[in-house]
């Protein structure tokens, strides 16, 4: 299995300096992927959260968040392995071709090192702000995966559908690897049979190993119903965010994938038997609320990551 970490892209008080110093340290330590997310705006006033609930204020580090992909394009000139995930780009918010040749370039940049997570988006001010009707996301979702993924194919490019057309056409760069993954973000269980059906992994935040089970069961069962082998397709799940590492151990009410490098490495190794591809720590992401970014702080921070990667090898969690 394999441990990602989420860089830390968004809270008005990181930087690219901060961002190329987690990448660079990350690489250096074994994990095999850096993920960015997508962000178009934070509302000034109270939103129903995704999942649901009473209105609240967006958390306060969605107010500056770096573009995903520039922020990976920048990352790739300055590491040589690590993958680079965008979980999750707002699919609908993108034109499909658009999208697949910023992905291809960048695969082509990075040397084949691209994941492209996607989601079907939850906040309907960026529908508003972005012209898109937030109608039927889920079907436009799907067919934007089908156009994108036919720009990645051999010219002359064309597709047809409900939602998106491309007259026949040549449209390069094509991507460096011959498919780039993608994978879609899902919180319902209707998401994760979507990915099942068509998508190459699925994107889940658990927060309980009973919770992930029933995710990684659905979504093989869903690829099986589709003819799909569930071998060739990969669970990559988001420790929950604000979840934190930490320097002792927490006791009671501890949260999935927390606490110190010795019970993350047991949870990993929990998801390893469930049949996860990735598990990726998202803490990362709002580094400059959660830690401060004094050079010590980060440098603290990243230290208890060398010793989580240490703890998940000597049990095994992270062995192939």
Do not use: C
């Amino acid at each position: 299995m394999e441990l990602g970490l989420a860089l830390p892209t968004a809270g008005p008080q990181t930087s690219p300096e901060t961002i190329v110093k987690v990448a660079k340290e990350a690489e250096r330590l074994g994990f095999h992927a850096l993920w960015t997310f997508e962000r178009l705006l934070r509302p000034v006033h109270e939103v129903v959260p995704l999942t649901g609930g009473e209105p609240t204020m967006m958390p306060e580090f969605y107010g500056s968040v770096y573009e995903p992909l520039e922020t990976l394009s920048y990352v790739a000139a300055v590491t040589e392995r690590i993958k680079l995930g965008a979980a999750v780009l707002v699919a609908p918010l993108h034109v499909p071709v658009m999208l697949a040749r910023r992905l291809a370039t960048l695969d082509q940049f990075s040397g084949g090192r691209v994941i492209a997570g996607l989601g079907q988006g939850w906040q309907h001010h960026e529908f508003e702000t972005a012209n898109v009707s937030r109608s039927r996301k889920g079907a436009r979702t799907e067919e934007f995966m089908s156009a994108m993924r036919a720009a990645w194919g051999p010219d002359p490019v064309r597709h047809e559908g409900e939602f998106y057309r491309i007259t026949p056409s040549q449209v390069n760069p094509k991507p460096l690897q011959a498919r780039i993954p993608v994978l879609l973000a899902a919180t319902s269980a209707a998401a994760v049979r979507r990915a099942g059906r068509i998508a190459d992994g699925v994107l889940p935040l658990t927060s309980s190993a009973e919770e992930l089970r029933g995710v990684v069961s659905v979504f093989h069962d869903a690829a099986r119903e589709a003819g799909r082998d569930p071998a060739g397709l990969t669970v990559v799940n988001q420790a929950p965010w604000p979840t934190q590492v930490t320097r002792e151990p927490i006791g009671d009410g501890r949260p999935f994938l927390g606490g110190s490098p010795k019970q993350v490495a047991e949870d990993l190794a929990t998801a390893r038997e469930l049949g996860v591809g990735q598990v990726y720590l998202a803490a990362g992401q709002g580094l400059g609320l959660d830690v401060g970014l004094q050079g010590s702080d980060v440098d603290d921070w990243l230290g208890l990551l060398g010793e989580v990667i240490e703890a998940a090898d000597q049990i095994g969690a992270l062995a192939p």
